[in-house]
């Protein structure tokens, strides 16, 4: 999951195992969250969107979770994939507020598939 | 082809000389933002832009002014540089008016000395 300081959150899997990425975010009134994927010396590349009326949204390969009471996100990838090795960030917006342009990012967690 | 281009991609200058670092987008979005992203900080938003002549503060506005004259480019412009804003910037756009799915440019890696 995501955490304070100069050191990434890691995860190692195997080619084909499963991967679960956490986000813990810090605004309750977030009503729209994404996850983006950033391969190294690229810009950061959207995944997955979900809004804050929904729990569980899937796309190919990719499963975000949403968890309001914990404010807690999560981003399932299925059959990870060396192609898959990158960093991810989770990111929340208040898209209903007054700050509606403003986008928050996680500090990114590390994923690193094994073949 | 649909993009985000900045330029330049890498830069080297010194304390205290103005420069700007030009984004511009060929998908007619409304939505513009600048990020910066530092190790273990993750990207932090500068500026964003709502549309033609509408421009926010994001979390670290400080040191940084932004223009949006015309829909396709929002230039990001370091009056004096210092070299607490030595980082990678990004430059990103969405067609929502607003931070929904943006697509996000190749980065600047800037360094002031």
């Known amino acids: 999951g995501e955490s304070v300081g100069l050191h990434l959150p890691t995860l190692s899997v195997q080619e084909g195992d499963n991967s679960i990425i956490n986000c813990a975010y810090s605004?309750?009134?977030?009503?729209?969250f994404i996850w983006y994927k950033q391969e190294s010396g690229k810009g950061p590349q959207f995944i997955i969107d979900i809004r804050s009326n929904m729990d569980k949204r899937q796309g190919q390969r990719v499963t975000v979770l949403l968890n309001k009471t914990v404010k807690h996100l999560s981003l399932q990838i299925a059959a990870t994939q060396p192609g898959d090795s990158a960093v991810y960030f989770c990111a929340e917006n208040d898209a209903g507020g007054t700050s509606y342009g403003k986008l928050t990012f996680g500090q990114g967690t590390i994923l690193t598939v094994h073949p | 082809e649909a993009q985000v281009t900045q330029n330049p991609r890498y830069l080297i200058t010194v304390t205290g000389k103005k420069l700007t670092v030009t984004c511009s987008q060929n998908?007619?979005?409304?939505?513009m933002s600048w990020y910066r992203q530092d190790p273990g900080l993750g990207l932090r938003q500068i500026y964003y832009s709502m549309n033609v002549e509408v421009t926010d503060k994001g979390d670290v506005p400080e040191g940084y002014k932004v223009s949006r004259k015309e829909k396709r480019n929002f230039p990001l412009i370091l009056e004096s540089p210092s070299p607490n804003q030595t980082s990678l910037y990004f430059c990103?756009?969405?067609?929502?008016?607003?931070?929904?799915?943006?697509?996000f440019g190749p980065g600047t890696r800037l360094l002031v000395l």
């Open positions: 998908m007619n979005h409304e939505y």
């Open positions: 990103a756009s969405s067609l929502a008016g607003s931070a929904e799915t943006q697509y």
């Open positions: 605004n309750s009134a977030s009503d729209y």
